[in-house]
């Protein structure tokens, strides 16, 4: 064999590696962020915020399923900083998670380039950083991916699309924040609500015509409400899922969660309120925006739209009622109800209890008694490069248990495809929002009071939806179904900003012993090394 021929074959081979690898057919979409601090004064005082390319909130991501995105994020902070892709699913590839578990954070000054695909994705998500208590400061936005010609999407075209980060907000910089969490505090009442970090955002329509409305709660702890005066709302998807296109008056929208609603502008031509006001709070704190018919000469007036009052059982009710539309079509062309996950048995279940304990006179948050401690090792390189020490897979109980609350580097060992029901117990007064990444799971039931094994019978084991983030409200439980096929080192967190920070968080390791490019990808050449991963080749 000549040289060049066999040139020619290496080549080849390696072509059709990195095709396998990322489809060279779906296109590239390349970015540069940098992280800056900057100030801005939403509540009329001068804070400190950070940045995205000189902005606040950052750029809206609007990109299309399966698109590859590289993206180069430059940290100019003064602390490490990772955004994470909200709700985006990382298949195979929890290397581009953004968490502390599976990438080390950016050091000043320096940079990483993300790669990842919104593979067979669609919908509205969003991204954040991951990194201390950042969030409070901004460097959060909208990530919308936006279907293929290819795939029909169950409603008509809107005359146009809006994004809303909606969010709780405070004055105190996220230093003082975390400074005080550090020192044992809990989080205070935030000062306000923002819409788009704003208090007067306005969105224009004209008359007659429907527009999307993708809502975001990216605040750090509390429930919102959402309503438009004098409007109705069509809810046609959430996190991913084409629902069924019930009409709402108010929508409950949690930490971490996304909603896209069309709003039909059929009512004379003036300006209208938008609100997003706290749920289950002694205090009501509201934000209000202005819904601007193009044609209005008429400045927003009347009172703001009634939300519903304290109502957890509403709440709880309406939640019931975001249901999937089986018909519907879903990222890829099939309909989203082909794959029937009410008649597969589980193998496991886990019951996930939060508690927030005491530890030394500090506030901690604990899930199964433990606190989880972040590494100085992304467990996900421990993990690559077999350093021991870092985490262990007896950490944490798949079920709660009486006895002491302990710190620990939190792992729960699964195994890849097995299909898992997932029930978190909250026994506590407050409010929780619970998150997986690298996945969205069919949340089958919310109950009242403690779970048992005839709460299954209430399971909506037809069409329940698939989302990312789960609310679960005081003294009751909520139980979702996953179905465990995408390996990787995963992120089980409390979207409660403050409540993840002080421990309650682990990872989901979904394992095989089969190594298998078809199962993961390969550790990313340019992987930032940190703690005792230095000195590794990835
Ligand atoms: C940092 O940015 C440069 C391009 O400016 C890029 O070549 C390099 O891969 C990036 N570093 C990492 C760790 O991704
Ligand atoms: C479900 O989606 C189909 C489109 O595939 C649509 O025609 C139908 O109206 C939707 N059903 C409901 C109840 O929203």
Redo the contacts with the bound molecule.
Sequence with gaps: MGKTVLLHLICGVLAVLSVSLVKADDPYRYY?WTVTYGTVSPLGVPQQVILINGQFPGPTLDVVTNDNMIL?L?NKLDEPFLLTWNGIKQRKNSWQDGVLGTNCP?PPN????YKFQTKDQIGTFTYFPSTLMHKAAGGFGGLNVYERPSIPIPFPTPDGDFTLLIGDWYKTDHKTLQQSLDSGKSLPFPDSVLINGQKQSSFSGDQGKTYMFRISNVGLSTSLNFRIQGHKMKLVEVEGSHTIQNIYDSLDVHVGQSVAVLVTLDQPPKDYYIVASTRFTKAVLTATAVLHYSKSQTPVSGPLPAGPTYQLHWSMQQARTFRWNLTASAARPNPQGSYHYGKITTSKTIVLANSAPLINGKQRYAVNRVSYVNSDTPLKLADYFNIPGIFSLDSIQSLPSEGPISLATSVMPTSLHDFIEVVFQNNEKTMQSWHLDGYDFWVVGYGSGQWTPAGRKSYNLVDALTRHTAQVYPNSWTAILVSLDNQGMWNMRSAIWDRQYLGQQFYLRVWTSTHSLANEYNI?P???LCGKAVGQHP
Excluded at 110 to 113: K, Q
């Design positions: 540069t180069n430059i950016i320096s940079n990483y380039t990313p340019n992987a930032l």
